[in-house]
């Protein structure tokens, strides 16, 4: 069974930049699209970016110009670049898959806590 676990989140200022990884203990379909989550205090989470199979790459309007999601197949990790980041960027980040029409395939890891200050 695949096991995903994110890293790299921190506390930054304002305007900063992180770099999330999520590695996966087995092996993603290159095939899958993944997806980077997000989970503030009191809301609901969200998806904020997805890369397809084929490299393909969707952003939530909120994060567009700012992250960079990709993908490294043979070494089952997805990336999230964040830059410019800004006080409500804070939230706890978790990768898992983002297939259409379909949940999340596999079980979410610790998930990562970025945290901007102003």
């Known amino acids: 069974q695949v096991q995903l676990v994110e890293s790299g989140g921190g506390l930054v200022q304002a305007g900063g930049s992180l770099r999330l990884s999520c590695a996966a203990s087995?092996?993603?379909?290159?095939?899958?699209?993944m997806g980077w989550y997000r989970q503030a205090p009191g809301k609901q989470r969200e998806l904020v970016a997805r890369?397809?199979?084929?490299?393909?790459?969707n952003y939530a309007d909120s994060v567009k110009g700012r992250f960079t999601i990709s993908r490294d197949n043979a070494k089952n990790t997805v990336y999230l670049q964040m830059n410019s980041l800004r006080p409500e960027d804070t939230a706890v980040y978790y990768c898992?898959?983002?297939?259409?029409?379909?949940?999340?395939?596999?079980?979410w890891g610790q998930g990562t806590q970025v945290t901007v200050s102003s």
């Open positions: 898992n898959t983002a297939i259409a029409f379909s949940k999340p395939l596999y079980s």
């Open positions: 890369v397809t199979g084929s490299f393909s790459t």
């Open positions: 087995g092996s993603i379909l290159s095939i899958y699209t």
